[in-house]
């Protein structure tokens, strides 16, 4: 597989389980002028696709394992590690994470780092777009997937809450769910059939929304621009 521009070729053959573990690793010689976007392993497919097909050549991305979402206590350290091992030589630095359950410790690290981040609590809210989904006052007992838990479900729910050995303990953790929203970055007609048995799994109605990126694709573009600001 050929490796596409702003991937290195170690990029370009990542799986789902390989960003859900490791993450997405830094791309290799990065030159000063250039900018970073640091995220979120569950977003690294989506952010790739948005700096391929906008030429965003002087945008290099990196991303965090997405399992970190199950430890969200642990988000703020790895992102320091990872500030100082790859922050210098760029001229801007950006976090592709929202709020993510760190209770807003992630956002005051960011913001005594001097650091940008996307806006929103989670990114469900930032792919429906902020404001939309702020007005869905009805759906306090909706379960979301994206794209990327549709593949990696089995990973983050199914697994860590123990359903593969204890599937009686279903209704306790979702019986105060009355439906599972897929929020579609992709037109996946398979993702859509894996969504909806997902949703049977967890005894949940079922409802698909093709919402593409939402605010994440206007944000980077914005954060690219930026990041040809001279000074």
């Known amino acids: ?15 789902d389980r390989q960003l ?35 030429g965003l050549n002087h945008v290099d991305v990196t991303c965090l394992p997405a399992i970190l979402h199950n430890r969200p206590e642990r988000i703020v350290p790895a992102l320091r590690r990872a500030l100082e091992t790859q922050r210098a030589g760029y001229d801007a630095v950006f976090v592709a994470y929202a709020d993510c359950g760190t209770g807003g410790a992630l956002r005051r690290f960011c913001e005594d780092a ?23 006052k009805d759906e306090i007992d909706a379960f979301y997937l994206t794209d990327f838990l549709v593949r990696q479900f089995e990973a983050f729910v199914w697994k860590p809450l123990g359903l593969d050995r204890h599937p009686e303990l279903r209704e306790s953790y979702f019986g105060h769910y009355r439906k599972l929203v897929y929020q579609a970055q992709s037109d996946d007609p398979a993702l859509a059939r894996m969504a909806r048995d997902h949703a049977r799994r967890l005894g949940l109605s079922y ?19 930026r990041g040809r600001e001279p000074g």
Request: charged share 20%; net charge positive; with cysteine.
């Open 114 to 136: 001097g650091i940008e981040m996307i806006a929103g609590p989670h990114c469900y809210a930032f792919y429906e777009g902020n404001a939309a989904f702020a007005g869905r």
């Open 207 to 225: 409802e698909r929304r093709l919402t593409g990126y939402g605010d994440l694709e206007g944000t980077l573009l914005r954060w690219a621009e």
């Open 20 to 54: 859900t573990a490791f993450g997405l690793p830094p791309r290799a010689g990065a030159a000063r002028g250039r900018v970073l976007v640091i995220g979120c392993g569950a977003l690294a497919r989506e952010i790739l696709a948005i700096v391929r097909a906008n």
């Open 1 to 15: 597989m050929t490796a596409r521009t702003g991937e290195n070729p170690t990029q370009a053959r990542l799986s």
